[in-house]
Each structure stands twice: as structure tokens, then as C-alpha cells.
């Protein structure tokens, strides 16, 4: 276990923790990115102005991150279109049926010992276990 | 200056993300191939990063006090499909949401998944929601 295992993302989620709660004292809100994102695909709302703030902050803390750490943030991600575009698909429509990801349900929701996030959070946490073993056992 | 701070608010949380490693799907996959645990090549991120994370929410809500109520407190059909749905999709590539609207910044390519994401948000608005 290196410390990039360990230490930068306990940073990082107190980072992300900071963030949540900054967007709780600030606007009074849940930093559920699935549903910030959703509130924009349909009628803007009167508070369009905040959420377009918090979503465009997003990729700008990874610029951020490039500037601090010094190097390009690199990925390793499938190029393969068959699994790209319906995984997708299925995280989009999935996050919205569910009314929420793993940041709405699996931060900001546990944070608030809610019982529908934390079931919510079981479930998707066990699936994607189980795809990704799946995967991994006929590769 | 509602708006300034949605924006910090926003930063900070994807200055984690990217500190994490959760934008590397690699990393969050690493953590999902439990078979790791054996193998004794398991990443421990994403556990590490709920570990910071909830803490330090759920202390920052406390002294916020006043919380908007959650929308249902119900156990609906909707919220164990979705969440099943968005579990399938998850693993298959290792990206949701949050992650998603940050690294194509790394890897263009990560656009065939976060426009696929969209519509699939939008098409979730067809569904009548209800008591189901």
C-alpha cells in the first residue's frame, strides 16, 4: 500500500466532505450531483445560477489539481463505444430513477444516516462489486 | 456571493475527486474487484475516501443545522431499480456521475460515456413518478 492508496484520497474525501458542506452553509443545499445536473436538463429553476456554479467548479478542481500537483491527471478508461455508451445510459437513467449517486446517496445521504441512501447505496455498491468481479472472472 | 460559494463549493468537491484518484476509473474499478482482497492487489481508495468524506459532511451538516428534508422517505421500486441500474452501468466502466463531468479534462474519450449520461437523465423524466 503506497501512500497514493491511502493518504490522497482520505485528503480527497475530506475535500469533497468540505465541499458538501460548504454547499450546505452557502445554499442550503445537497451536494447530489446527480441531481444538480438533472435540475439543469429540464425548466432552469429560479437557482439555475448556483447549480451551473457547482457543476462548472467541478472539472475546474481537476485543472486545480494539474496546476498543485504539477503533472497532467491521467485515466486509464475503455475506448470501447459498446460499453461506454450504454453504461452511460444506464448510470444516467439509473441515478435519476434512484434519486441519486454516490454522491447525493453514498455522502451526502449516509452523512445524514439516511435508511433510503444507505439501502440505495448497498444495492448500487453490490451490483457494480458483482459486474466488476463478473468481469474479472471471465477475463 | 450565493453563487461564488456554489462555485467554491463545486471546486473543493472536484479538487477531490481528482486528489482521490476517483476520477481514474481504474482506481474506483480497483476498489470494486473485491477478489483483490485475496489477490493482494485491492485498491482501498474509494473505502478511504468515504472515510474522509462522510465524517467530515455529516459534522459540517450538524453545525449547519437546518437541512432541507429529504425528498421521500419511502422504499420505492424506483430508488432498488435505480440504484441497480446505476450499480450495472457503474461497474461496467468505473465512472459516475461527479467523476464523469471531470475527466474528459484527462481523456476525451470519456464524452461517449457523459453524453450517453445526459440522455439517460432526461430520458428518467419520462417515467411518471408516483407511487412506485
Known sequence: MSIENLILPLV????????????????????????????????????????????????????LWQLLSGRSYEITLTHNALLL?????????????????????????????SPRSLLATGIFMA????????????? | ????????????????????????????????????????????ALAMVMIGAIPTTALLYRMAGDM?????????????????LFGLGWGLVGICPGPALENWLADPIALTFLLPMLAGMALARLVPAGKN
Not at chain 1, 445510459?89 to 452523512?111: D, E, P, Q
Not at chain 1, 457494480?128 to 472472472?137: D, E, F, G, N, P
Open chain 1, 12 to 63: 480527497g474525501g475530506v475535500l469533497i466532505g468540505l465541499g458538501a458542506g460548504l454547499f450546505m452553509f452557502s445554499n442550503g443545499r445537497l451536494a447530489g450531483i446527480s441531481g444538480i445536473v438533472d435540475e439543469l436538463l429540464g425548466r432552469w429553476p429560479a437557482r439555475w445560477p448556483q447549480s451551473l456554479a457547482f457543476i462548472a467548479g467541478l472539472p475546474a478542481g481537476l485543472l
Open chain 1, 85 to 113: 455508451i450504454p453504461a452511460g445510459l444506464l448510470v444516467g437513467f439509473g441515478t435519476r430513477l434512484g434519486n441519486g449517486c454516490t454522491s447525493g446517496h453514498g455522502i451526502c445521504g449516509l452523512a445524514r444516516l
Open chain 1, 127 to 139: 451490483v457494480a462489486i458483482a459486474v466488476v468481479s463478473l468481469k474479472q472472472a471471465l477475463s
Open chain 2, 1 to 44: 456571493m450565493k453563487t461564488s460559494l456554489a462555485l467554491l463549493s463545486g471546486l473543493l468537491f472536484g479538487l477531490g475527486l481528482a486528489v482521490s484518484g476517483m476520477a481514474d476509473p481504474k482506481v474506483v474499478q480497483g476498489f470494486l474487484d473485491v477478489g483483490g482482497i485475496w489477490r493482494g492487489d485491492w485498491n482501498p
Open chain 2, 68 to 84: 432541507p428534508p429529504p425528498p421521500s422517505r419511502e422504499i420505492t421500486r424506483r430508488l432498488v431499480l435505480g440504484s441497480a
